[in-house]
Each structure stands twice: as C-alpha cells, then as structure tokens.
C-alpha cells in the first residue's frame, strides 16, 4: 500500500449539508443518469444492429430510423442529468476524482469531443437518416464507438479513482495525462458489465416502443415486440458470464462483501441475481403470450429494481475499496441553511415545471401526435408554407 | 500540491483559454439568442411576416444545435479543465457553492428540455404555447447566468466572504450586479450578431434586410450600454488590482486595450451591417463574430489577468496555495512553505532531499508544483523565452526568485519554499537558457532585463523618484539594493553595468527630477 499521504486531503470549506444528502443525491441522480446512458447508448447500438441487417427486411430499416431519432433525446439527458453525479461525487469524493481524472486527463479531456461529434452524428443521423440510409448508418456506427469509448474512459476513471494504491506509480512514470487503468483486472468486466445492460435496456425501449405502436400499428408493434424482448433477454442472459467474470476479478476481501461479510450488499446481491432472472422469464412468457403490458411495465418495474440495486452495491463497492483512506466523519460539516431550502424549492418548482412542460407538449397522451390534431390552424409557419404554395 | 500537477507540454493555461474562450461565446448567445426567438416569433405573428417566421424557423434549428451540443458539452468541459488543472480551487468552489452549483443545474435542465420542445414544436403547437415554451426557455437560460454570474464574479472580488464565509455574502459580491448587467449586454448584442450569420445566406433580400436591420436594434444599443456596464463594472473592482490593465501588467493591459478596441470595431461594422442590409454576406457575418468574440475574449482574459496571481482573490494562489493560513489547508500556505520546504509538505513530488546531484531534478519538481499552473518551460508563458529575453545569470535569476511578488504589479504569487529550495529551482530554470553576456554600457538593456519588471517607464515611479541623480552616489546606492528597498531582489550589478543604468535612468528622468534630486548647494556646502 502507498503512504497514505499521498491522498490529497479535503479543502478546508466544509461540507455545506450532512454527508448523507450528497450520498442521497449522488446515488438518485446517477442512477437517473444511468437510465438515460442506457437507453441511449442501447438505442444506438440496437439502432445500428437493425441498420446493417436491414437488407430486404423493412421492419429493421424503421426500426433504425424510429431509434434513432430518440438517440440525441437521451444523450441530451444523459448530459443534462450526469451534470448532477459529476457534482455530487466532486463534494464527497473530490479528492480521488481529481486525482484519477489526472492521470488519465488527456483520454478524460477526448469525453468533451468524442462526446461533441458524436452528439452531433447522431442529429446527423436525424435529419438525414430517411433520406441517406447508407452513409446515415455509418454516422451512426461512428458516433456510437465514440460514446463507447466515451464510457470506457468513464470505467477507466472510476476504478482507477478507487484504487489510490496505484496512483503514484502511473503519475511518477509520466505526469503527462497519458495513463490508463488497463492493468485493473476489474476494468474490461466492468465496463462490459455497463454496456450490456445498456443493450439491454435499448431492447426495454423497443419493447416501450411496441406498446405506444401496439394499438395502432399491430404488425409493426409485434416485430418490435419481439426484437426488443430478444435483445433484452439475451443481452441479460449474457450478463450472468460477465457478471461473473466481473466478480471474480473483485479482490477476494472486497468480493466477499456481497457474500456475508456486509449484509447490505449480501441482500441487494441476491435481490439482484433473482430480480435478473425473474426478468428473463417474464420477458420470455409475454414473448411466447404476445402480452405487451406485462413486458413493458412488468418487466420495466423488475428492470428498474435490479438498476437501483445494482446502484447501491456499485456505491458500497466504491466505499470498501476506499475505507483503508476514506470516511465520512473525515469532514468538517457546516450546512449552508440560507441556500439548501432554496434549492429544494427550486428543485421541486423545477421538476413540476418540466413535468408540465412535457405534459403540454403531449407527451403524456398516448400515441396521439402532440396537439398536431388539437389545433390545425396553429402553425403559423406551416400556414405560410401553404399559402406560398397557392 | 496536493493534487498531482497535469503536465500540459503546450500549457495548461493555453488549455483552458480554448475552452472557455469559446464556450463564452455560445454561452451568452444561448441567453440572448432565446430572448431573440420567442421576441422575433412574435414580431413576424403580429406583422404577419411568414417568411420571417420560415426564416426563424431554420434558425431556431441552428440556435439549438449550437447551444444545446456545443454550448452544454463545453460547458461541462470547462469543469472537466479546471478540475484538471486547478483541483484544488475547483473543490473549494465546489464546497463554497455546491447548492449555486445545484441550483444552476435546475435551471439547466429545464432550459435544454424548453429548448428541444421548442424546435420541436415549430410544427405542432399553438403560437401561444409555442411561445410559452420560448419563454420558459429564455428564463431558464437567463436563470442559469443569474447564477453563474455570482461564482464567477466571486473569484475576482470575494469583498467579506473572506470574512464572514457565508454563501450569499460571496454571492452577491462587489461585482456581481455590474457583471450582469455587462453579461446581459454581451448575451443581447451576440443574438443580433449571431442572427446575421443564418440571415446572410438567404436569397430573399427584402427578409434579409428586414432581419439584419432587426438584429442591429438587438446588437447596436447593447453595444452601447456595454460602455457604462463596463465603466461600472471597473469601478467595482479594487483600484490597485486594476492597475494591472492600465500599464502594470503587460498582457492585461493589452487585453484591456484589445477588449475596447474590438467592441469599437463591432459596433462599426454593425453600423455598415445597418447602413447596408440588403448586402449582408455569410463572410461579413462571419467577421462580425469573430471581431465580436475577440473583443469578448479579450474582456474575460482581462477579467482572469487583474485577477492574477489569485484564482479566488486573497484567498488561493494560482498555484493552489492558501494566501493565508487556516483551519484545514493542510499547510499548503506560502508562509508554511518557507518553514517546512516544498519538499516536506508537497505529496506529488518524487524528491525528498536536494544534494548536488539531483539539484536540477529537485528544481524541475518544485517548477512543477509551483510555477507551471501558469508557466511552461518552452511554450506558452514559457520560461526559456522569458529568460532568454532577460539573460539572467544564475546569481540574478537566484534573486529574482524572492522579488516574484513584486513583479508586474503583483502578478506572481511569491516563491514558497526554503533558501536550497529556491537555488535548485534557480538552477533548473537556467537550464532553460543560454546567456549570451550583456553589454556593460548598454544601460538601457541593463534597465529591460533587471528592473522593468517591477518598475515603469513613468516618471512617477520610485526608479526616477527615489534614487538620487548623482551618478556615482547613484551608482553606489545599486550596490545593496536592498537597502534601497528591503523587498527588493539582491541583483549584483558589476561596476560599469551600474554606471551604464544611472547614465540611462538620468537620460529618461524629467528636467525637474534632476532639480529636485541634486544635492543642494547648502549641503554641498556643509560637506
């Protein structure tokens, strides 16, 4: 183990609210964020797949296209709400963030344009996607291995953050941001870990998808049904081997945490482990049934269950991987009480401010198109476009 | 320090002024620029102006596209590079205002989602409800500068947070309210420049007429107002500090004079623009924002210099140290430093110990942990330019190093660190250099290389006012000029060197300095 010293300390401006309402807001908002991710990244990956085995089947060539409008939607919110985590963890762990961040800073620099061009093939992909199947499908191939990569320096981050031990053999080999964390044996499973389950639940969006088309497109609807169902229980099947994988790779004294050693994370394993497999067969059973509802909430429900939990033991991972240099009573605490209601207040006004947006805007009513039908006369713009027709 | 020092060949410094620099630039059009839309949606409604409306249309796609990709991903990139390069003042912010921080984040959120369903809904909504969402958009934006604008102005002019310590104390500092209103100004006039470019490829000459002599109204008066904002905002900021801008510190005075220069030019060619609409081409858009953000650069890089050598004024050194000590800096203070060592107290250093061996090595770490938050050795504010213009030798560069704080009105924090400490770090820099030995009668070059830094070519400074005309007392006096003035760099000037710089401080002296500093006839003649 390096001297400990090596950590950097805590700044001296303390915390401004109680340890546990960053954790709380750490662990919501990133797995917000992480639903966002994986819905975008597993939307492009499906998006991509149905794009080159399209040939001759024209259900894969909507499905590309129906994906891949939604794709810049869901990376607009994986940014917008990964703003929040990347807040929360730099107030109580910002001494391993900035550390890690770095030694990798040059491949942590790349997220910023990697993720800029690839946010801008996927509008690419938007607008051209009709018209220009084939260089579209390109686009979209490269903008999705820029957003893998975008995660894979995240993993790379994220273990490296929670292994100070080896820091200072990277730094003092080269200070110059060019590091890795390819030697953790921790990292491939890890991220494959990631990625999977957003290909998974890329297959929860079609199936989503299915059920808004379900009324009104049957036939369409059933492919989709079917193809996202597959996706999700065959990229969930996969996560059984690479969640092992995963776990051996853990040291053994970590790895034990979900085995007994903290009851916590013991639970959330087995909640894990049971609520995956409950999933597949249930996803399968509304497959063979043709029963859309059970596959698009019930299966969503357990999905959403298995992610939080899957959250919470990433968080007590992270913890016992720090506990030789990182507790919570290590900070000073002085809660800001002028500013924290503000906040909340305005936290609050905001959520119902966007909820009401979206709900004007339609999005709450089915499959209805957003008010197109509600006021016909409304547009100004599309009325000059037909009276410059006449 | 106490993080590890990213080391950016080219300078990191460089680094951020390319992301910043531009986000700015997007960042205040997407303020601007949505009060712009929702206000011009409803001018071409009222006038029953379709091709304005089609026109708007296009340009809200481009607003969008710009602001909500390249504006919202340069801006986390801003905090991804300053948590790379100043982690230590990154985390004390992030302690200070996490919930402004929070807060902003709201507003954020709600502003891009306005934003995509206001593209969105060019074909699906009401006018009305349209607007609504404009509207919700704009507010949301403006939110997010109201805000920001109370972090970014606390670094400049913390006034009693210093003190006091509490959130909206820091907040609402001394130049918070001349900041926003300058900001606003900046956000207005970039929506009427940003309007030209999308206008300029029409083909329709009436509607481009139409919408560059509207984006001059948003442009021109914002252009205007940005003089007294700006007279305001100059006033908040303490004297002495500004100083830097009026002549003390070469770059910031540049900049000053930059920053009003371009905003004279934009508001010219904005005045052209205005006088011959018809003709607005893509190119003379284009070189209407690039002037307008050269002048915007040059006002934050202005802003960042007169800040200098502090990222929080008073309170952090650039290079992470704590100007004074307090519960908790871990002994990251300069005071500290000049007890303990640098070697004693910083963790990323791989040097424990100096010895003859490895004094250039221990130089080059503690050049690290020091000076390169600003500096590189070769490129960007690079040592070996600055050295080989100064050609100081080992002695002098040596005593440089204790005047660091007193050089271009204080733009350096002061060497920290022990007396070894400082001699390594002496000798790394010159390694830096090669010397190519002075003329001893060029008492001018003497004066560029040695004193120019801390001292101007004004007559009211203490290099004409204090030192007597007699040219050997004179000359004598620059023998200890620490005697002079005990903070000075003990400089050893040989014999003819100092001869030469009297000849040359007595030739740039005012008649009436020579009067006033001649021994007088009396005392000569008590003598």
New interface residues.
Partial sequence: MIDPSIVPIVDPNPLPAPYWLFKLLLLVTFTLHIIAMNFMLGGAFLAVVARFTSKGKEFRNRIFLDLAKKVPVFLAATITIGIAPLLFVQAIYGQYFYTSTILIAWPWFLILVLLCIAYYGFYYVVYNGQRRPGPAGIVLLVSLTFVLIVGFIQSNNVTLMQTPAHWAAKYFASPTGWSNNLSDPTLIPRYLHFVTSAIAVGGMLLVLLALARWKSDREYATYLFQYGGKSFMYATMAQFIIGTWFLVTIPRNLRMIFMGDNPLASVLFIIGILGTIAAIFLMSNAIRKQNIRVAAYGVSGLLAVVIITMIIMRDILRDAYLEPYFHPHQFAVKTQWAVLPVFLVLFLAGVGLWLLMLKRYGLFSGNKPPLADTTPTANAAAETEVELVH | M????????FGAGL?IAL?AGLHVFVSHFAVGGGLFLVLTERK??KNHD??L??W??AHTKFFV?LT???G???G??I???I??IS??A???L???F??????E??????E???A??YL????????K?HQ??GW?YFWAAFASLVVINGIITFMLTPGSWLDV????IGFFNPTYWPSLFFRSAICIALAGIYALITASVLKDKDLKARIVRWGALWTIPSLLALIPFGYWYIREVPAALFLSARGLMPTATHYAFLAWSLLAVTFILMLLALFTPRRMHLVFALVIGLVALGAMDSFEFVREDVRKPFVIENYLYDNSL?AAA?????GFTVDNLNTVGVLHSA??I?QRTITAENQIAVGHEIF?VECQACHTANSYRGIHQLLEQRQWDPTTTRAMLSGLALMHNGVMPPFAGTDPERDALAAYLNTLQTITPTPATDGKLIYQNNCSMCHQDHPNDQFFTSIVTDPKAAADSFKDLTSIFPLMPDIKLNEPQRTALVQYLNTQRPPAQHAQNQPSPAAEGGK
Avoid: C, E, Q
């Fill in positions: 106490n993080y590890p020092i990213w080391d950016v060949s680094l992301v071409a409604i379709h091709a409306l089609n708007l249309k596209l909500v990709v390249y919202a991903v340069s986390v990139g905090w991804f590079t948590g790379l982690p230590t990154t985390s004390d992030i302690h200070i996490v919930w402004g921080w929070a807060i984040w709201v507003f954020f959120f709600v891009i989602t306005a995509l369903l969105a809904g060019w074909d699906k909504l009401s006018p409800l609504w969402y919700i310590h509490k959130f909206w704590y307090m519960p908790g800096d871990g963790a990323w791989d690290r």
